[in-house]
């Protein structure tokens, strides 16, 4: 088995710019760069469906990619807020009220937290 060759950004842009501008045939511009039609109709779908973000590199992520990823830490990061927050709502509950007369502080799975029969949903 033969190592897969690999073609720099540069390089398939120019083909793609042989097919599109140059209005040379998918298998004249392919034949005449050494590529299959096949690998040439490939970059040109790639180029079309990514909106100028085609043959990024790997690894590189797309604005919209990078996005939800940036999404994602700051929900994680909120997530780990409200648990903070709410362990704090329960030791100040607990401070707050006498030794005698302490009622338990109750955290349902939504997160909500009633104090003396008050519901307060954290914001």
Known sequence: MTARKKYSKEFKLDAIALVIEQRYSRV???TNLGITAQILGRW????EDDNGHAFRGNG???PEQAKILSLKGQVKRLE????RLTEQA???H????GAAAREPLQVNSIKTVKMSGVIKRPV
Do not use: G
């Not at 040109?44 to 180029?47: G, H, I, Q, S, T």
């Not at 780990?80 to 648990?83: C, L």
């Not at 607990?94 to 009220?97: A, E, L, P, Y």
């Open 44 to 47: 040109l779908k790639e180029a």
């Open 60 to 62: 590189t992520l797309t």
């Open 94 to 97: 607990q401070n707050s009220r």
């Open 28 to 30: 004249e511009a392919a």
């Open 90 to 92: 329960v030791k100040i």
């Open 80 to 83: 780990m807020e409200r648990e």
